[in-house]
C-alpha cells in the first residue's frame, strides 16, 4: 500500500462508509442487473439493426441541440439571476427551477397547451407561419430543452455568485466593455460551472421521456429517441429493451467518464 | 489639467465628505486609518462607486455630477492599481498588460508591443509569458502597474500598491514605483496607511479620518505640524533626503548637515528615525552618540502620555520626550540645545 | 462479472419473483360461473385489477358498484397498455385480476404460469376513427389517413389497438400515414381531445368515454379486426377470493349492463 493510501486509511469512519457502501449498491445493483440479463447471444443483430441506429442518432442529435439552446438562453439566464437587480428575484428563480419538480409528463401536456396546435402562442404559430411544433423533432428539442435548462441555469447562476467580482471591476476600469468583461474574465472564470451544468444538462436531455412522448409523441426516425425506443420494445421485447437500455448505458458513462475531473471541479 | 472632486458618498452611517485637487504631474497620497474612507474615495474616482453628491471632473470633462451625470469606470481614462492586483489569472503577463490597450481597441499586434515595452520598462521581460499565479509579489505588483499605465491614463489611482509585499520587498519597490511616478506625466492618487509611502512618494497629503479631511498639505508640513494627535502619530517620523558615502550622510539642502548611520551605503538615499529615538541635551554630550547637533526649540505640543518638541536646527527635527524631561530642562521655546540620535536608531533607504 | 456482484444480482431478482405472481403450485380453480353472484364467503380486503388502458371507464363504473355489493372490499386499479400490464404481471406485480386487450397479452401470462385456468373473453371492441369537435378537418373515412398534411395519431403496433389498426388498413389497401405512434390508446385519444391530431383511430369505447370533446366516425371495415378481451384470476393472486368474485361481476348481467352501455360488444 503506497504511503498516501496508508495515510486515508481509517480517515473514513465506519458509521458513513456503511450507508455509502448501500447508497452505491443501491445504484450500481439495477445496471449491473442489466448487464447480467442481456441477450448476449442476439446481441449483434440486434445492435446493428436499423432501429437502435435510428434512436441511438436522433438522440444524440437531439440532446446536443437541446443543450445548445439550452446554453444559449440558460447562461444569459443565469447571469440575470445571479447579477440582475430586478425586484421578484426570488420568484423568479423558483419559476426557473418547476420543471425540476414538475413530473415530465406534466410538462410535455403543459408544452402542448401552449405550443401544440390550439396552444395559446401555438395557434398563431400555425396561422401565422405555418410552424407545427408537436410531433416534430424540433418538438423533440423544445421537450428536451424545457426539462433540462433547470440544471444549466442553477449550476451557472451557483458559479456567477461565487465569482469574484473584483476582477470584473479591474477589467472595467482598463476599459473593458460589460461584454467585453464577460467574455473575457467572467465567463473563464466560472467555466468549470458551466461545463459542469453543461453536462449535466446532456445528461438530462438523453435520457428524457414523458415529455418528449407527450409533446412530440413517438415516430421511428423523427420522434423516436432512445428512451421512447426502450420504452415500446419493452412491449413486445424485453431483450431488445436490455440492448437499447445497454446502449444507452454505456454511451452515458462514457461522456461522464471522459469529463475529466478537474473541468467540473472549482479551481483552488 | 487638474483633477477637481468634491467627494460626498453616503454609506449608510458613514458619510465621505472629501475636497481633492490634483494638479498634472502631481502624486497625491490619502493617508488614515482603516475605516476613514480612503478606498471608498477612490471607488468613487474611478467610478465603481457613485457619489451621493459633489462631483468629479477632470478640467471640462465632467465625470460624476449627481444626478445628471454619470461616466462609467470603462470610460473614464484611468489606470487602478488594487491592493491585490487583480491579475487576470488566466492570461499571461503580456496579456495582462495588453488587455486595457486591446479593451480600448487597439489593434492586437501593437498592443503586444507595447506591452512588451511596458514590461521592459518595469523589468520584467522574461516573465512575459509566466501566469500570475508563478509570479512573486513584487512581480506581481509590477505587473499590475505595467498594465495600469498601458493606456496612458490621465489618473492613475494606486490602492495601498505595497500593503500586500513583505517588508524588505516593500522598500525595493517603493523605490522603483518612485521612479516610474516621477516619469509619469498625469494626475496621481495614492491611497495608503503606511506613512513612509506618503512621505516618499507624495508631493501633497491628504490625510483623512472619519470621512474628512484632518490636514493636508506639502508631507514635510504636514510632519512638522501636525494638527491632531493621530497625525502626529502617523507622521511623527523624522525623515531626509541626502547622499550617502559609507558610513556618512550628507543631507539635501532643505535639512542640511551630516548624519552617522550605522552600515555603510552609497549614493542617494533616504534617512529615517522617530522622534522617540531623539535625546535632549543641554550641553553637547560625551560618550557613544555620534550624531549630535546644536538645535533651538521651536515649539512644545503635548500628546497623550508624551510631548513633542519641534526642534531647529542642522537638521530640524523631532523629538518625543517625557513629561518629566520637560520640566527637567525647564524646555521653553527658543532654548538651546542638543539633540543627539544613535547610528543604530537610524534606518538608510536607498532612493 | 464478479461473484458477488452477480450474487446480489441474482438475490434482488429472486426477492423480487417472491411477491405477488409468479410460477408455482397451481391456484383453485379459476372456472368463474355466470349466474349471478352466489351467497359466497364474505370478501374482505383489497382486489388489484390490471386493466387495459380502454377499460378504464366501464372498470372503474364496475369497480364501484362492486364496492357498493361487497363493503369492506376496496378494488384498486392499475390501467395501462395491455402489453406493460403483462410484462408487470410476469416481472411478479401483485396482481389479482388481469383483463387484457388482446389475447396475445393474455397468452403472454399464460405461457410463464401467472395465470392457470383458462381466460374468459368477456367483451369484445372495435375501432373507429375518433375527430376533434366539430371535425375540423372534415374526415368522412378511412381514406384520409393516408393523407401526408393531415395529423395523424395512431397506436404502437405492439399494442393491441396498434395491431388491430394495422389489420383494418391491410383490409382496406391503405397506407396510413400518421405523425405520431402512441404507447396506449388513451394516450392517442388525448391528442384527439385536445386539438392536436386532424384524426385518429381509436375503440369505440374511447370514443364514447370521452362525450362532447371527440366524434366518432364509422368505418365498414372496423368488423375486420375485432379486438377480443380476456379475463382472468392470476394464479398468485394475494386475494384469490377478491378476484374470482370481482370477475364473476364482471361477467354477471349486471357487469354486462355496465360494459354494453359503454359500447362493447358481446363477446
Known amino acids: 500500500m503506497t504511503t498516501r493510501a496508508r495515510a486515508r486509511r481509517g480517515r473514513l469512519p465506519v458509521v458513513l462508509a456503511l450507508p455509502a457502501l448501500v447508497g452505491l449498491a443501491f445504484l450500481v445493483v439495477p445496471l449491473a442487473g442489466l448487464l447480467v440479463r442481456a441477450p448476449w447471444s442476439t446481441l449483434g443483430e440486434q445492435l446493428f439493426s436499423g432501429e437502435v441506429g435510428q434512436a441511438l442518432t436522433l438522440s444524440l442529435v437531439c440532446a446536443s441541440l437541446a443543450t445548445l439552446v439550452c446554453l444559449a438562453l440558460g447562461v444569459p439566464l443565469a447571469w440575470l439571476l445571479a447579477r440582475g437587480d430586478l425586484p421578484g428575484r426570488g420568484v423568479l428563480r423558483a419559476l426557473v427551477t418547476v420543471p425540476l419538480v414538475l413530473p415530465p409528463v406534466v410538462g410535455g401536456v403543459a408544452l402542448l397547451l401552449v405550443l401544440g396546435r390550439r396552444g395559446i402562442v401555438g395557434q398563431y404559430l400555425d396561422q401565422w407561419f405555418g410552424i407545427s411544433l408537436p410531433f416534430t423533432t424540433a418538438g423533440v428539442v423544445l421537450a428536451e430543452a424545457f426539462v433540462a435548462m433547470p440544471f444549466l441555469v442553477i449550476s451557472v447562476e451557483g458559479a456567477l455568485r461565487g465569482a469574484d467580482v473584483r476582477y470584473e471591476e479591474a477589467a472595467a476600469t482598463l476599459g473593458a466593455s460589460r461584454w467585453l468583461t464577460f467574455r473575457r474574465v467572467t465567463l473563464p472564470s466560472i467555466a468549470p460551472g458551466v461545463v459542469a451544468g453543461t453536462v449535466l444538462c446532456w445528461a438530462r436531455a438523453l435520457g428524457e421521456f414523458g415529455a418528449t412522448i407527450t409533446f412530440a409523441g413517438n415516430f421511428p426516425g423523427r420522434t423516436t429517441t432512445m428512451p421512447l425506443a426502450v420504452y415500446l420494445a419493452l412491449e413486445t421485447d424485453p431483450g431488445a429493451a436490455i440492448v437499447l437500455s445497454i446502449v444507452l448505458l454505456l454511451l452515458s458513462v462514457t461522456v461522464l467518464v471522459s469529463l475529466r475531473d478537474r473541468w467540473i471541479a472549482t479551481p483552488t | ?351 | 462479472m464478479s461473484r458477488s456482484l452477480r450474487a446480489v444480482a441474482l438475490f434482488a431478482v429472486a426477492a423480487l419473483s417472491l411477491v405477488g405472481c409468479g410460477s408455482g403450485d397451481t391456484g383453485a380453480s379459476t372456472e368463474p360461473t355466470t349466474t349471478s353472484e352466489s351467497a359466497a364467503p364474505a370478501i374482505t380486503g383489497d382486489v388489484n385489477v390490471f386493466a387495459a388502458a380502454s377499460l378504464t371507464e366501464s372498470f372503474t363504473q364496475l369497480g364501484k358498484d362492486f364496492e357498493k355489493a361487497h363493503p369492506g372490499v376496496k378494488v384498486v386499479f392499475n390501467f395501462a397498455g395491455s402489453s406493460a400490464l403483462a410484462t408487470q404481471i410476469n416481472q411478479g406485480a401483485p396482481a389479482d385480476v388481469f383483463a387484457s386487450a388482446a389475447p396475445k397479452n393474455m397468452t403472454d401470462v399464460t405461457t410463464t404460469g401467472a395465470i392457470t385456468g383458462k381466460p374468459v373473453t368477456f367483451v369484445t371492441n372495435t375501432l373507429e376513427i375518433a375527430v376533434p369537435a366539430g371535425n375540423p378537418a372534415k374526415i368522412t373515412g378511412l381514406a384520409d389517413f393516408a393523407k401526408p398534411d393531415l395529423k395523424i395519431a395512431l397506436c404502437a403496433e405492439q399494442v393491441p389497438c396498434g395491431a388491430a389498426a394495422k389489420k383494418v388498413f391491410q383490409a382496406a389497401g391503405i397506407t396510413a400515414a400518421p405523425d405520431t405512434l402512441e404507447q396506449d390508446v388513451k394516450a392517442v385519444l388525448t391528442k384527439v381531445q385536445l386539438d392536436e391530431v386532424d384524426a385518429a383511430l381509436v375503440y369505440r369505447t374511447d370514443v364514447k368515454a370521452a362525450g362532447d370533446k371527440v366524434e366518432g366516425i364509422e368505418f365498414p371495415e372496423s368488423d375486420k379486426a375485432v379486438n377480443e378481451y380476456p379475463i382472468a384470476v392470476c394464479a398468485k393472486a394475494p386475494n384469490a377470493d377478491g378476484a374470482r368474485a370481482f370477475v364473476d361481476y364482471v361477467l354477471s348481467d349486471k357487469g354486462r349492463d355496465v360494459l354494453t352501455k359503454a359500447g362493447f360488444g358481446a363477446p
Do not use: C
Not at chain 2, 457613485?50 to 444626478?67: A, Q
Not at chain 2, 497629503?205 to 493621530?230: F, H, K, S
Not at chain 2, 538615499?269 to 555620534?290: K, M
Open chain 2, 1 to 351: 489639467m487638474t483633477l477637481h472632486a468634491q467627494l460626498v458618498v453616503d454609506r449608510g452611517s458613514f458619510r465621505l465628505d472629501l475636497d481633492l485637487t490634483i494638479a498634472p504631474g502631481q502624486v497625491v497620497a490619502l493617508l488614515g486609518p482603516n475605516g476613514a474612507g480612503k478606498t471608498t474615495a477612490l471607488r468613487a474616482l474611478a467610478g465603481l462607486l457613485p457619489l451621493t453628491s459633489g462631483h468629479i471632473g477632470l478640467d471640462d470633462e465632467v465625470w460624476d455630477r449627481p444626478p445628471a451625470s454619470f461616466v462609467s469606470p470603462e470610460h473614464r481614462p484611468i489606470g487602478v492599481v488594487f491592493q491585490d492586483y487583480l491579475l487576470f489569472n488566466r492570461l499571461t503577463a503580456l496579456d495582462n498588460v495588453a488587455f486595457g490597450l486591446r479593451a480600448r481597441g487597439t489593434p492586437r499586434a501593437q498592443a503586444r508591443r507595447r506591452a512588451r515595452d511596458w514590461l521592459s520598462t518595469v523589468g520584467l521581460d522574461d516573465h512575459r509569458d509566466a501566469r500570475p499565479r508563478a509570479l512573486s509579489g513584487g512581480q506581481a505588483q509590477r505587473v499590475a502597474l505595467a498594465r495600469a499605465l498601458a493606456t496612458d491614463p490621465g489618473l492613475l489611482l494606486l490602492d495601498e500598491p505595497l500593503a500586500a509585499l513583505d517588508a524588505s520587498t516593500r522598500v525595493h519597490i517603493r523605490a522603483e514605483l518612485g521612479r516610474h511616478l516621477g516619469a509619469y506625466p498625469g494626475h496621481t492618487l495614492l491611497v495608503t496607511h503606511d506613512p513612509l509611502d506618503a512621505m516618499v512618494l507624495a508631493d501633497h497629503l491628504v490625510i483623512v479620518e472619519d470621512g474628512a479631511v484632518v490636514q493636508e498639505g506639502p508631507p514635510a508640513t504636514v510632519a512638522r505640524r501636525p494638527r491632531t494627535d493621530y497625525v502626529a502619530q502617523l507622521v511623527g517620523l523624522n525623515l531626509y533626503r541626502g547622499v550617502a558615502e559609507d558610513t556618512t550622510v550628507v543631507l539635501d539642502a532643505g535639512s542640511g548637515g551630516t548624519l552617522t548611520i550605522a552600515e555603510p551605503a552609497t549614493g542617494p538615499v533616504h534617512v529615517a528615525f522617530p522622534p522617540a529615538a531623539v535625546s535632549l541635551h543641554p550641553e553637547h554630550p560625551g560618550g557613544s552618540p555620534r550624531n549630535s547637533w546644536a538645535v533651538t526649540v521651536a515649539g512644545i505640543e503635548q500628546h497623550a502620555h508624551t510631548v513633542r518638541v519641534r526642534l531647529d536646527g542642522t537638521p530640524p527635527v523631532l523629538a518625543d520626550v517625557t513629561p518629566a524631561t520637560v520640566a527637567e530642562l525647564r524646555l521653553t521655546p527658543g532654548m538651546p540645545l542638543h539633540a543627539t540620535v544613535k547610528a543604530t536608531e537610524i534606518t538608510t533607504y536607498p532612493t
